[in-house]
């Protein structure tokens, strides 16, 4: 046994064999008091020594003092352990999750939907100050009621219920202003209205009626200033606008004027691109059948530059019908059209509306095409003037386009 004198004391060190122990990092280390390193082949005792004497210059003794004060001086058997822990992290992370169900799938025709009465017991202003409070409370309830609303709850500010197994829009008391400063421009100035489900519904009223305005907020595109806005029972006015888009894609569909069509794609390439928006691909009708619909069959793969206007805008149509949607909304859609291609896309979205239950709106400046529709809305200065059912609709071809 050997001895070493130093400043701290005598560090007795024991040696059963003289071997070379490495460590991981084959760093010297200095024991702490009282502490002693263990190996299978060396063991080492220093009570009072701060230092480790020199006792065989031929044992080599590589040890890491974070190993050490650690105790992790791994032996085979654990690195197997832990090989072993890692393989079953790695399955278990590749096991396929457990699908959730989506909370905004709700059947939207459903009378047993939650339904929530929002009191407002506010007092305001008279003139445009009021208005401002109005669209702010307006935000505040949005913020509060929008995910609700979006995933099938029944949300009222004006202590109305809709029908939602009857009617498919439903307004009350809707208001629609444009404030720019202290100026107020008032656009809807308080309707009501209930409109059926599976009704062709054409509105009517002169440039600057609000007609435009009216067919923008039931389809989700502006929002009110203020009333209740229920389309499929969910109330419009409420909802935020990156909610009010998953609305639209998922329950409407949208034909305007201008075609819109995407010129680096065919017509039946145009055509899926509403396909892949839809959220039940499995129900309506297939891309063939649309285009079967429309009359189109021979011209699917042609771009657009090689189509006529009209075919142009039964494309659009095309697109429109291949989300499946609940309600077809067409803003003025034959108004670039001449006659002849004005009546086929009339034909076509009766067809729409008659053979697979679509509910349809038209905005359009004609006052004949009314003569097709179940339901006509006349609307003059922001409010409806006169509203008419038609218990027996025309034929497009029997209109007079003059």
């Known amino acids: 046994m050997a001895e070493n004198k130093n400043n701290t004391g005598t560090a007795k060190i024991q040696i059963k064999k003289t071997v070379k122990v490495t460590a991981l990092n084959g760093a010297e280390i200095k ?5 002693k390193i263990v190996d299978e082949k060396i063991e080492i005792v220093a009570p009072e020594a701060e230092v480790i004497s020199n006792v065989d210059k031929s044992a080599k003794k590589e040890v890491s003092t974070n190993e050490v004060s650690k105790k992790t001086v791994q032996t085979t058997e654990s690195k197997k352990v832990s090989e072993s822990k890692k393989e079953s992290k790695i399955k278990e992370s590749t096991k396929p999750k457990k699908e959730s ?27 445009i100050k009021g208005v401002k409070q109005k669209m702010k409370r307006q935000k505040q309830l949005t913020s509060k009621y929008s995910k609700d609303i979006l995933e099938g709850k029944i949300i009222t500010t004006e202590n109305y219920k809709p029908e939602v197994s009857k009617h498919v829009i439903e307004l009350k008391n809707v208001k629609k202003s ?92 145009n055509a899926e691109v509403g396909e892949n928006l839809s959220s039940d691909k499995d129900s309506g009708m297939t891309i063939d059948e649309i285009f079967e619909t429309i009359g189109m069959e021979e011209q699917k793969n042609k771009y657009p530059h090689q189509m006529s206007g009209g075919q142009q805008q039964r494309v659009s149509i095309a697109r429109a019908l291949a989300k499946n949607p609940n309600i077809l909304f067409a803003d003025e859609p ?38 097709i529709a179940n339901t006509v809305i006349h609307i003059k200065n922001g409010l409806i003037d006169q509203l008419q059912h038609n218990a027996n609709p025309a034929d497009p071809s029997t209109i007079d386009w003059s």
């Open 178 to 269: 444009y404030v720019n400063g202290d100026l107020e421009t008032a656009v809807l100035k308080g309707i009501d209205i209930k409109l059926e489900q599976g009704d062709f519904i054409v509105i009517l009223g002169p440039s600057g009626s609000g007609k435009t305005t009216f067919l923008n907020i039931i389809s989700g595109l502006d929002k009110s200033t203020i009333g209740d806005v229920f389309v499929l029972g969910s109330n419009l006015s409420l909802l935020k606008d990156s909610h009010l888009t998953k609305f639209r894609r998922r329950n409407v569909g949208f034909i305007f004027q201008q075609y819109n069509l995407l010129t680096n794609l065919t017509a039946k390439e």
């Open 334 to 371: 034959t108004g670039a059209l001449d006659e002849e291609m004005g009546r086929k896309v009339l034909e076509i979205l009766v067809k729409v509306n008659r053979e697979y239950k679509t509910t349809v709106v038209v905005v359009t400046h004609n006052p004949n095409i009314a003569t």
């Open 101 to 127: 169900r989506n909370k905004e799938d709700f059947d939207v025709y459903d009378e047993n939907r939650e339904y929530i009465v929002v009191e407002d017991t506010e007092k305001y202003e008279e003139g």
């Open 31 to 35: 024991p702490k008091k009282d502490e």
